[in-house]
């Protein structure tokens, strides 16, 4: 059974910390990683991550993916109460129909 | 441009009852999605459509059904609600070349079946 599993599920830090999200997965045929931001409604496109060993940037926020061990990390440095959300992880499969799995989510709280 | 959007925000339906949601979107997008949020469930794929005329089932299909007689629309529908299909749902879109997997999410539908 694919999976995707993400970690922690929840985390509260104050404002200036660094964190580090976690997405393990499972799965047959993985084409590549996302990395979506959920604040109140829908879910906003972060990152996609097809190869091994790229940083992908943006701002204070960065991410990298070891198809070798199976995971992904998302980076957040000098985090803002903005940062506040669920982040969602997704492995998109390869295939003709391009089937997308989501994880939980990780529950990010800054506070002041 | 409107980007994606969902039709109606909110309903509340009573246990039996039918109802068809919309989900509409500008962009001239391929492929598109239906989701449903429940908590500690995370995303899961209801059905999807990879072109005008075109429906395949997802993780969750059972309940549902789909049609997608136009490109820019996606219709999914409930024949008899049931309270297990209380949830938030969300249509998605993308453009459907090699390299385009962003997906673009609509605002969602809140539904409460009792």
């Known amino acids: 059974e694919d999976k995707v599993v993400q970690s922690p599920l929840s985390l509260v830090v104050h404002e200036g910390d660094t964190v580090t999200l976690n997405c393990s997965y499972e799965v047959t045929n993985f084409r590549s990683l996302l990395w979506y931001k959920q604040e109140k409604k829908a879910p906003t496109f972060l990152f996609m991550l097809?190869?091994?060993?790229i940083e992908k940037k943006s701002g204070r926020l960065s991410s990298i993916l070891d198809k070798k061990e199976l995971f992904s990390i998302l980076n957040i440095t000098a985090t803002q109460t903005g940062d506040s959300a669920v982040y969602l992880c997704?492995?998109?499969?390869?295939?003709?129909?391009?089937?997308?799995?989501f994880g939980i989510g990780t529950k990010l709280q800054v506070i002041p | 441009n409107a980007g994606v959007t969902q039709t109606p925000k909110f309903r509340v339906l009573k246990t039996g009852q039918s109802m068809t949601l919309l989900c509409a979107q500008d962009m001239n997008h391929e492929y598109m999605y239906w989701y449903r949020q429940d908590p500690g469930m995370g995303l899961r794929l209801i059905h999807y459509s990879v072109g005008e005329g075109t429906t395949a089932k997802g993780e969750v299909p059972d309940g549902y059904n789909v049609s997608r007689l136009k490109k820019q629309n996606f219709l999914l529908g409930l024949e008899s609600a049931a309270p297990s299909q209380t949830s938030v749902y969300f249509c998605?879109?993308?453009?459907?070349?090699?390299?385009?997997?962003?997906?673009?999410f609509g605002p969602g539908t809140r539904l409460t079946v009792t």
């Open positions: 997704a492995v998109l499969f390869s295939g003709g129909y391009q089937k997308v799995t």
């Open positions: 097809t190869s091994s060993g």
């Open positions: 998605a879109s993308r453009l459907g070349t090699a390299n385009s997997y962003e997906q673009y």
